[in-house]
């Protein structure tokens, strides 16, 4: 067995503590219904308290079924769970010291945080010169610097328990084809990017790091937010509509279940279920690549690389000092 817990294959042999963001709805919400019923522990956090209030209500008010039948109970499995689930209120854009402050007393309710899961995140749409830079900083101040402040508010925790860190990124990171998500596109490239060089950083304390990256799921996520009209610029009209109808069309259409991604994400912390002796974690970022459609951009981004690279072979020795 590792100083991490996990046996010779891999596996988690022991109860983990997970700290999630962005827990009221989409991923993050079907995330704490995969851990819990793994028997894991969840600290569940939100920025809105009600919205945390609502969604442990749930929870509490389920009762097992006096009959004992588990079929008429498709919850059954979270029913005597609930004692492994607790809720903070948490804004990933308060700043890295509120965080820090949190995050410990998060740490002290089990005395340990195994897995932070950055979910937390905003898809802001909009035109680039009709939203201008100040659109650019709003997305990355939740989706870059929540992310960097809440990986060093629990890395001290992470560093003890050897433990994993997932950082919810996109395949927009590399599918940039789409008009009006410059912002969240960018926002997520920088995140995958971070990612690559932390886990370097800590691998060597035993610290493991993964990048999720999801294609289209049916989530309460970017395709239900507004489009920025705030700044309309007239050349733009006929572009601009166009991808407003493209990203209204899409609500409802996805293939992707989430509740199977996210019980996806747990067998790989946990190195169990669909992979079950998986030898995948090698010191760098491990990338779980969500859905059909991501793996297919992905594979046509690595194509794209490979063509540019070729274009500009030729050129690299000309460009060095002569001997």
Same mark, same amino acid.
């Given at each position: ?26 991923? /993050? ?43 008429? *109970? ?32 998060? *740490? ?12 937390? &995140? ?9 939203? /201008?830079? &100040? ?15 809440? &990986? ?17 990124? *996109? ?14 596109? %960018? ?7 971070? *990612? ?16 999720? &990256? ?81 793996? /297919?951009?992905?594979? %046509?981004?690595?194509?794209?690389? %490979? ?17």
């Amino acid at each position: 067995m590792s100083s991490n817990g996990t046996t010779t294959s891999g596996a988690v042999n022991h109860q983990l503590v997970w700290l999630i963001t962005g827990t009221t709805s989409g991923f /993050g919400q079907r995330l704490v219904h995969a851990a819990l019923a793994r028997g894991d522990r969840v600290i569940a956090t939100a920025r809105s308290q009600a919205k945390l209030d609502s969604f442990y209500a749930e929870f509490k008010a389920l009762q097992p079924n006096p009959e004992g039948n588990e079929a008429a *109970s498709p919850s059954y499995d979270l029913l005597n769970k609930k004692e492994n689930l607790v809720t903070v209120q948490l804004d990933i854009t308060e700043g890295e010291e509120s965080l820090k402050s949190k995050v410990k007393k998060a *740490s002290e309710i089990w005395g340990r945080i195994d897995v932070l899961v950055n979910n937390a &995140a905003v898809g802001m749409l909009g035109f680039v010169e009709e939203g /201008g830079s &100040a659109r650019f900083r709003q997305q990355f101040e939740s989706n870059v610097f929540g992310v960097i402040d809440m &990986a060093v508010a629990t890395l001290p925790y992470l560093r003890q328990s050897r433990g994993t860190l997932i950082n919810v990124g *996109s395949r927009s990171a590399w599918k940039t084809s789409l008009t009006g998500i410059g912002a969240y596109a %960018a926002s997520k490239a920088a995140v995958h990017a971070f *990612s690559e060089t932390l886990a370097l950083e800590v691998a060597p304390l035993g610290v493991r790091v993964a990048i999720v &990256a999801p294609g289209t799921f049916r989530t309460e996520g970017m395709y239900g937010q507004p489009y920025y009209l705030g700044n309309p610029i007239s050349d733009y009209d006929s572009g601009r509509e166009a991808s407003i109808s493209r990203f209204a069309s899409v609500p409802g259409t996805e293939r992707g279940d989430p509740a199977k991604a996210m019980e996806l994400l747990v067998d790989l912390v946990r190195g169990e279920g669909k992979l079950a002796g998986d030898k995948g974690w090698n010191g760098t970022a491990r990338y779980l690549i969500l859905g059909s459609d991501a793996v /297919g951009d992905a594979e %046509a981004y690595s194509r794209k690389i %490979a063509d540019i690279s070729g274009e500009w072979r030729p050129f690299g020795k000309l460009l060095q000092f002569e001997d």
